[in-house]
């Protein structure tokens, strides 16, 4: 099956710098990739995805990598704020791009993001 | 905005007790997911429904664990009995079936299981 490491577990950083998390995976057939920010005591919520199809994908302060080759793909927030302190996880998955297929995501251990002010 | 709900939001149970969680997913979401996050991880599958149908149990341990989607909506995940490392949160996810735009998986609030 699947598997998604990802790295750091921590990453501390000041107020308008920028964090990087990465994550690899293993099976070449996987072709989505979302991330998730979960908040402490709250459930995981979808910030950005990418698809295979596509090697960059960015939303505001929010950029996602994918190098298909290599099976990595990173999350890049940039003049990052307090408000983005909370723990992400990425995911790969396949089946989102074939009809009738299944989806089932394989989660990363996730990285606890603390943004000191 | 709809919404994945779960409940109990907590429990408390006794090892060797049986226990049960329930999960609504979103209406037309025709794929459910069970998750167990336990603390500082990431959700780890255990079972994944298309409408009524398991897609993927493998990693359930069904000893103990069993789920159902009797009716393709709703879905009930049980355990017994309850062991002290069974403790952590359950999530519960659905989405749209593979090959639609949208497949992200919407989570539930979950129900954090403490055995004791």
């Known amino acids: 099956g699947e598997n998604v490491e990802q790295h750091p577990s921590t990453l501390s950083v000041q107020e308008g710098d920028s964090a990087v998390i990465k994550c690899t995976y293993s099976d070449s057939a996987s072709n989505y990739f979302p991330w998730y920010k979960q908040e402490l005591g709250k459930r995981p919520q979808l910030i950005i995805d990418i698809r295979s199809n596509v090697g960059e994908k960015k939303d505001q302060r929010i950029a996602v990598t994918l190098n298909k080759t290599a099976k990595h793909f990173s999350l890049h927030i940039t003049e990052t704020q307090p408000e983005d302190s909370a723990v992400y996880f990425c995911a790969a998955s396949t089946g989102a791009l074939a009809s009738g297929g299944s989806y089932i995501p394989t989660f990363g251990r996730g990285t606890s993001l603390i943004v000191h002010p | 905005e709809a919404e994945v709900a779960q409940s109990p939001r907590y429990k408390i149970t006794e090892k060797s007790q049986a226990v049960a969680f329930w999960c609504d997913p979103i209406?037309?979401?025709?794929?459910l997911y069970w998750y167990r996050q336990i603390l500082g991880q990431g959700p780890e599958l255990l079972v994944q429904?298309?409408?009524?149908?398991?897609?993927?149990d493998s990693q359930l341990p069904k000893d103990r664990f069993s789920a159902e989607r009797l009716k393709g909506v709703d879905s009930t995940l049980k355990i017994q009995p309850a062991e002290l490392g069974d403790s952590a949160m359950y999530l519960c996810?659905?989405?749209?079936?593979?090959?639609?735009?949208?497949?992200?998986?919407?989570f539930g609030q979950g129900t954090r299981l403490t055995v004791v």
């Open positions: 429904f298309q409408d009524e149908s398991v897609v993927d």
């Open positions: 209406s037309g979401h025709a794929t």
């Open positions: 996810a659905s989405s749209l079936p593979a090959g639609r735009l949208n497949t992200e998986a919407f």
